[in-house]
């Protein structure tokens, strides 16, 4: 057993060695502040769909989302149905027009810039508040990563919760810190190939155990025949319209997620966009049904009382079926996906801190260098922030990306979508949907008596707020609109 974990520790330390030494590489490639958050608007399309994907998808594809199949059987399937349909719908919608705007409007390098230059906000309120949103729901979901590597050290190495959580967090700050968008670009390449091919293979291997999938269909049959109905829940209680929805809902969070926005920023030119969506969507559309047949797989394999932690069945058939090496590979994989997203948010957020704190309200005549060095510094307070909030052992990786997903699906969703086809909103609009949509989460978080998820209701009631208080403003400027006439016009 000793031996089995000296192996994989070997395989983690080279696989952290090999990120490490590519935040380097990036590290010297970093000069100025876009290229510290955009990479300097250079990244290919293979590039740029993988990198949205990993940076997308988190530990929650290797831990949250096979734990809920577990435990749901085929219900989990309507949440991959809508992430794959949401997938697509960004990139076809959101990410041309976004990559053209966001050059047009004084080359908004982060997303409250370009909701300020977009609708020429002089107040800052746009680009401020919008930054608020942006730290309080990247802290829940960056704690989400750390608690995904919690587990994993924890489940790997026995490791306790706090040291395993701490472990993570280190090996995630290590390479942003110094590299920036290019490092965290690079790297999400290298472990979204990786996760891909630890979904495929691990339940290929657990299949050959187990006896085929007629051994798992009727493990789940046995064990409760309402794991097989996609229409009603464990209980045997039709799931009913507002559950269906609130599981496809998934799939409006991804209008408004900082993190994957950014690849359609930093991508070479829109017309490398087409290619990017087909690698984009063919990859997500792979990975989330390998990770929906891990956990149904581990169903028959282990039986929900057989695990201590329904979100760790990838980690255990992992350890019981590979040899030591591929182990420690596979679950390398696991670490890739935690860091592929948290290393994201954390550059988002300390770009957020950096752009649109410190020098739209403190510093604007900041050197390009002292941004990049304040970003830096960002890196590791928002971690740390984030890392007390993952010290609660008791906190489940699909929970807390749920909730700081639907609060940026809410806040930006609709304004972003709005902002890229309606020629007539306003800044004062744009400011109502982000503050009603973020509130709206928060508070629907807390009395909600039907099970609705709270994206449904932030996005619906941001998008009216929008409209209503858009036509009961004046017009936009005409700078304003003549902009969005020139954008519209490339397409």
């Not at 809902?249 to 030119?269: D, T, V």
């Amino acid at each position: 057993m000793e031996g089995n974990t000296a192996v994989v520790t070997a395989t983690f330390i080279v696989y952290i060695g090999v990120m490490l030494a590519l935040g380097y590489i990036a590290y010297k490639r970093t000069t100025n502040l876009s290229d510290y958050i955009l990479g300097g608007r250079s990244l290919g399309p293979g590039t740029a769909a993988l990198s949205a994907g990993a940076s997308d998808m988190s530990g929650w594809l290797l831990l949250g989302l096979p734990g809920y199949a577990l435990s749901a059987g085929y219900e989990a399937s309507w949440i991959a149905l809508g992430l794959l349909v949401g997938t697509w719908a960004n990139w076809l919608i959101v990410a041309r027009r976004l990559r053209v705007y966001s050059h047009l409007a004084s080359d908004s390098l982060t997303l409250p810039a370009y909701f300020e230059n977009r609708f020429e906000d002089n107040s800052r309120l746009l680009r401020v508040i919008s930054a608020v949103f942006i730290l309080l729901f990247f802290l829940f979901y960056t704690s989400s990563g750390l608690v995904a590597a919690g587990k994993l050290f924890e489940s790997t190495f026995g490791f306790g919760y706090e040291v395993a959580v701490v472990v993570g967090t280190l090996a995630i700050i290590s390479y942003t810190f110094f590299g920036g968008f290019l490092a965290v670009s690079w790297t999400d390449v290298i472990q979204g190939l990786l996760m891909a091919a630890a979904l495929v293979v691990v339940p290929v291997m657990a299949l050959n155990v187990v006896g085929g999938w007629d051994a798992v269909h009727g493990a789940m049959e046995a064990r409760n025949p309402e794991l097989l109905n996609l229409w009603t829940n464990v209980e045997g209680e039709p799931l009913g319209f507002v559950a269906i929805i609130s599981l496809l809902g998934w799939g409006l969070g991804y209008f408004g997620q900082p993190h994957i926005l950014a690849r359609f920023k930093a991508i070479e030119s829109d017309a490398a966009l087409p290619t990017a969506r087909r690698i984009a969507v063919l990859w997500t559309g792979v990975c989330l049904l390998a990770s929906l047949v891990i956990g149904w797989i581990g169903i028959g394999y282990f039986g929900e009382e057989g695990l201590a932690d329904a979100e760790t069945v990838f980690l255990a058939l992992v350890q019981a079926l590979m040899h030591p090496l591929v182990a420690g590979i596979l679950l390398a994989a696991v670490l890739a996906a935690i860091m592929s997203t948290a290393d994201s948010q954390l550059l988002v957020s300390s770009s957020a801190l950096a752009e649109d704190f410190y020098k739209a309200l403190f510093r604007r005549d900041a050197s390009q260098q002292e941004l990049v060095w304040v970003g830096r510094a960002a890196v590791i307070g928002i971690a740390a922030l984030a890392l007390v909030f993952a010290f609660n052992p008791e906190s489940t990786v699909l929970g807390l990306v749920s909730y700081a997903w639907a609060g940026f699906g809410a806040a930006f969703g609709p304004a972003i979508i709005l902002s890229l086809f309606w020629r007539r909103m306003n800044r004062f609009g744009a400011l109502a949907g982000i503050i009603v949509g973020g509130v709206t989460v928060v508070v629907w978080k807390q009395i909600d008596s039907i099970g609705l998820y709270e994206i449904i209701p932030g996005f619906i009631l941001a998008t009216i707020a929008i409209v209503v208080v858009t036509l009961v403003t004046p017009a936009p400027e005409g700078k304003v609109t003549d902009q969005f006439d020139d954008m519209a016009s490339r397409f």
